[in-house]
């Protein structure tokens, strides 16, 4: 019999409650989610439902003794992850591997200074159409989750163990051999996408079919290219041709995380999208205008969204 392994989540929102759904169903493995104070007592009262089915996860608070986990997956939005962090001191172990499923550059190198970069993987969901409102979180195309170290033209052993998790869980993945382009280009992709359709209030159906939409979200995209090209990282215009085949997969009534945020009044990940674009542009000395007065827009919209 195979050894069981335990998998914690850092973050139930729309992408680590498809994690923990799929988790949850495997043999062998042990799933656990990390909370604390009222986000504890609601999901230990209510628990959390995917896609109509309520799930009961098996809940840990910080400050638990407990065992190292085998992987710990890290879901949370840009704006929790400082807070987060310390949160699992208790559940790093010198096997333990985390990979970051979050937003935007930056995230495995706060994970990696706390805990060590021999322990951080990089990762992207690209695809997965995950929405969350009062009934729950629900999707119609679970994605697809790419993870691996900068290089992986022979995968490490870490990255070959969560393969192997991956594999069983039935989660769709794959191990690209340069992350980090991989990583600018979800990042030119959220860019894109979410500022345009959190400004045009626009979910992805109008996207697909509205031809001034699709040049703002391609306009975006061009900006992230140029510092790419800077950074060193091999990003063209060409990438911009895997995008229409992704937007088409998605449900029509789907919509960008950024869109969700704006709609329920919630902080967006602004600051690490079209704020990170204009951050490198100063840094580099290269225009980014229409970035800039999207982030002008979504400052707006979000400051006005909170104080409603």
Same mark, same amino acid.
């Given at each position: 019999?195979?050894?069981?392994?335990?998998?914690? =989540?850092?973050?139930?929102?729309?992408?680590?409650?498809?994690?923990?759904?799929?988790?949850? +169903?495997? @043999?062998?493995?042990?799933?656990?989610?990390?909370?604390?104070? %009222?986000?504890?007592?609601?999901?230990?009262? /209510?628990?959390?439902?995917?896609?109509?089915?309520?799930?009961?996860?098996?809940?840990?608070?910080? /400050? %638990?003794?407990?065992?190292?986990?085998?992987? #710990?997956?890290?879901?949370?939005?840009?704006?929790?992850?400082?807070?987060?962090?310390?949160?699992?001191?208790?559940?790093?172990? /010198?096997?333990?591997?985390?990979?970051?499923?979050?937003?935007?550059?930056?995230?495995?190198?706060?994970?990696?200074?706390?805990?060590?970069?021999?322990?951080?993987?990089?990762?992207?969901?690209?695809?997965?159409?995950?929405?969350?409102?009062?009934?729950? =979180?629900?999707?119609?195309?679970?994605?697809?989750?790419?993870?691996?170290?900068?290089?992986?033209?022979?995968?490490? *052993?870490?990255?070959?163990?969560?393969?192997? =998790?991956?594999?069983?869980?039935?989660?769709?993945?794959?191990?690209?051999?340069?992350?980090? $382009?991989?990583?600018?280009?979800?990042?030119?992709?959220?860019?894109? +996408?979410?500022?345009?359709?959190?400004?045009?209030?626009?979910?992805?159906?109008?996207?697909?079919?509205?031809?001034?939409?699709?040049?703002?979200?391609?306009?975006?995209?061009? %900006?992230? =290219? $140029?510092?790419?090209?800077?950074?060193?990282? /091999?990003?063209?215009?060409?990438?911009? +041709?895997?995008? *229409?085949?992704?937007?088409?997969?998605?449900?029509?009534?789907?919509?960008?995380?950024?869109?969700?945020?704006? @709609?329920?009044?919630?902080?967006?990940?602004?600051?690490?999208?079209?704020?990170?674009?204009? %951050?490198?542009?100063?840094?580099?000395?290269?225009?980014?205008?229409?970035?800039? #007065?999207?982030?002008?827009? #979504?400052?707006?919209?979000?400051?006005?969204?909170?104080? +409603?």
């Amino acid at each position: 019999m195979s050894k069981t392994q335990k998998i914690v =989540i850092l973050g139930l929102g729309a992408v680590g409650a498809f994690f923990a759904e799929r988790f949850l +169903a495997t @043999e062998n493995i042990e799933t656990c989610v990390i909370a604390d104070g %009222e986000r504890y007592e609601r999901l230990k009262r /209510d628990g959390i439902v995917v896609n109509g089915n309520k799930l009961m996860p098996p809940l840990m608070r910080p /400050d %638990e003794e407990t065992s190292p986990a085998d992987l #710990i997956i890290v879901t949370l939005k840009h704006q929790h992850l400082d807070d987060a962090l310390p949160d699992l001191r208790n559940l790093v172990g /010198d096997q333990t591997t985390i990979v970051s499923f979050m937003n935007g550059l930056d995230s495995e190198a706060a994970i990696a200074e706390l805990y060590g970069v021999e322990k951080v993987l990089y990762g992207i969901s690209v695809g997965i159409d995950s929405v969350r409102d009062e009934s729950g =979180i629900r999707f119609s195309n679970p994605g697809r989750h790419i993870f691996g170290e900068a290089r992986n033209n022979q995968p490490s *052993p870490r990255v070959l163990a969560v393969r192997d =998790i991956f594999t069983r869980a039935g989660i769709t993945h794959d191990v690209p051999a340069d992350m980090i $382009r991989t990583l600018w280009w979800k990042f030119m992709i959220n860019v894109g +996408a979410n500022q345009a359709s959190a400004v045009m209030r626009a979910p992805y159906g109008i996207i697909q079919q509205t031809p001034a939409a699709q040049e703002l979200v391609r306009e975006l995209m061009l %900006e992230v =290219i $140029r510092l790419a090209e800077v950074e060193g990282v /091999d990003l063209t215009e060409k990438d911009l +041709a895997n995008w *229409p085949p992704i937007l088409n997969s998605l449900a029509p009534e789907g919509k960008t995380s950024m869109l969700q945020d704006i @709609e329920a009044g919630r902080k967006t990940e602004l600051e690490i999208f079209g704020g990170k674009v204009i %951050e490198l542009g100063k840094k580099y000395g290269i225009s980014t205008p229409v970035n800039r #007065i999207v982030h002008q827009i #979504i400052s707006v919209l979000e400051l006005a969204g909170q104080s +409603a």
